[in-house]
């Protein structure tokens, strides 16, 4: 019965009625703009869709997204004004920075976290205390992402290697085991499926620069996302020992991993596109079926695993080669690295305290990741958290035409476009009889195998979720902490710009090379260039930073 409801008032309402709890404003009451700059945010301009409707209809808001693109952070900081809503992509350099510069708000003046802040306060203090200490001055400027209550589990999984399982189920299941083995495996597919429902070439991978920054992004995330080190500086770092990778280590994880994506050029199965085209335009051809893989869930199967797909019987589900171990992040009542915070030249420091603790409250957290509630989610009468059809759907097919509101946007488009999380989606939801936030996670609403080829993956593995796909299988537990990068001088920010730049620039050569010689060549060029523009300061304050990384986390660990 209760999903009847639900889906008779989803038919009539779909996203269009979000009242969240508090009355409308007056409707003299002229919108106010906040403009949000957001380092891991992947959108220009106002946001749209149905979270543009809550954030109306409840705070009687408009947000206006800036992201961090090139020079984007250095002019604002220049400027002496970030916006009013700030989230920075880590707590280093940039975000110490522009706290000592007197650029964001002291969260604790004049009561704004009391007052505005509440349910922060009372179920966010470790993280609160967390912040603190990332200045020397003892304030808190903000809170990091994805907090849970206590460090006693793993965050969601999102390297998810997706495969096109039809495919891997055509071709019998052949056993993986190590890198060498899915390039073997993708020009099987290749030959199976050459091209996409545009006519135009299939590739393995399509892959984009856009996040590039210290090293080549998705390179590093191979690594991560293989031998489960976690991204630190110009390296990789191992948690379980506390030693660093450099990018320029002959052989090394991350040159490694550009050897494997330059094998996949060589062999066609790399898009010829991958160093020019955007995000946006990696995703259209995920959606077309012009991949075979994702490293990712969000740009892999969330995008291919569309209804007309599906209708055929094709799918991307996950499927690990046998010696990857993949990092997995600890659910960190600390919080992560990506900062929520408030620019100090804000007209409107309340309004903006109000939105942050509202996304912090479970109604505003799983708003925000699923839609309105009574609409796309809702709680039984036994406090157990489920999804209605059309929720279902939205996570499931979050492009469908079925899920577009009165002014055309699917549930996809609608979404949050600041990019960052309160909650970590693994945390216990406390307005529940003891879920997560984490709708895999929810046993009744586990959805039915929606394929023959899902059925299949599932029986084959043994499993009846993604969640528990990857859990049963190796990861490398990343461990919690308060941890914070070692401070840098300005000279090491100025050398450490001109090595980033290098490494990226000859990474993407090597991986475009047409011959293994070729490719050795750029990356000797790499190594001698980088050395040349100081790459040996910035490893020096990498090893010792990873030291002193690993000191906090045993410490931490055996409190």
Not at 97 to 113: M, P, R, S, T, V
Not at 421 to 438: C, E, K, M, Q, V
Request: aromatic content about 12%.
């Amino acid at each position: 019965m209760k999903r009847k409801l639900a889906l008779a008032l989803a038919i009539i309402l779909v996203f269009t009625a979000c009242s969240c709890g508090k009355e409308q404003k007056s409707k003299n009451t002229s919108p106010i703009t906040l403009t949000v700059f957001s380092q891991v945010a992947n959108y220009t301009g106002k946001q749209v869709g149905w979270f543009a409707d809550v954030m109306l209809e409840r705070f009687n808001v408009i947000l206006n997204i800036i992201p961090d693109t090139a020079g984007t952070y250095e002019t604002r900081f220049a400027s002496e004004s970030f916006g009013d809503l700030v989230i920075f992509g880590n707590n280093g350099n940039e975000y110490k920075n522009a706290a000592k510069a007197g650029l964001l708000l002291d969260w604790e003046k004049d009561d704004l976290l009391t007052t505005y802040g509440p349910y922060i306060k009372e179920n966010m203090d470790a993280a609160i205390e967390a912040n603190r200490k990332l200045t020397d001055n003892g304030h808190v400027y903000g809170i990091g992402n994805n907090v849970a209550g206590e460090d006693d589990g793993v965050s969601d999984f999102f390297y998810t290697w997706d495969l096109r399982w039809d495919l891997y189920e055509r071709l019998g299941c052949p056993e993986i085991i190590d890198l060498d083995d899915m390039v073997k495996l993708f020009e099987d597919m290749k030959e199976l499926e050459p091209k996409d429902e545009k006519g135009n070439s299939a590739y393995a991978l399509s892959i984009w620069p856009d996040w590039d920054g210290s090293m080549m992004m998705y390179a590093k995330a191979l690594a991560s996302a293989y031998y489960g080190f976690d991204e630190l500086e110009l390296g990789l770092y191992d948690a379980s020992t506390g030693e660093f990778h450099g990018a320029l280590e002959k052989d090394g994880p991350y040159i490694e991993m550009l050897s494997f994506l330059n094998k996949l050029y060589r062999k066609n199965l790399l898009d010829p596109d991958s160093m020019t085209q955007t995000y946006v335009e990696m995703a259209e051809k995920m959606i077309n079926g012009g991949c075979y893989f994702s490293l990712f869930d969000y740009a892999g199967g969330n995008y291919f695993n569309n209804e007309s797909h599906l209708k055929e019987n094709k799918i991307m589900l996950p499927m690990l080669p046998k010696n990857a171990a993949p990092a997995a992040y600890e659910l960190s009542k600390y919080g992560g690295q990506q900062i929520w915070s408030i620019g100090s030249s804000t007209k409107y420091p309340e309004l903006c305290m109000e939105i942050i603790n509202w996304l912090c409250t479970p109604e505003g957290f799983m708003t925000m990741e699923y839609g309105k509630q009574g609409i796309n989610w809702d709680y039984d009468d036994n406090g157990y958290p489920f999804l209605t059809e059309i929720g279902l759907k939205c996570m499931t097919d979050g492009s469908n035409p079925e899920t577009k509101d009165e002014a055309g946007y699917t549930f996809k488009q609608g979404q949050c476009q600041i990019n960052n999380t309160t909650w970590a989606r693994d945390a216990l939801n406390p307005d529940s009889n003891g879920a997560t936030y984490n709708w895999n996670t929810w046993e009744e609403d586990k959805a039915p195998a929606r394929t023959a080829s899902e059925a299949h993956w599932r029986s084959f593995n043994g499993v009846t979720s993604v969640t528990d796909y990857l859990e049963s299988k190796k990861y490398t537990l990343i461990p919690a902490s308060t941890f914070s990068n070692l401070a840098k001088d300005d000279e090491y920010d100025i050398i450490i710009a001109q090595v980033s730049q290098c490494i990226v620039n000859y990474s993407w050569n090597a991986v475009y090379s047409d011959t293994e010689e070729e490719f050795e060549k750029n990356i000797s060029e790499m190594i001698e260039r980088g050395n040349a523009y100081g790459y040996g300061t910035c490893l020096e304050w990498s090893i010792r930073n990873a030291a002193a990384r690993h000191r906090v986390e045993v410490s931490e660990k055996t409190e």
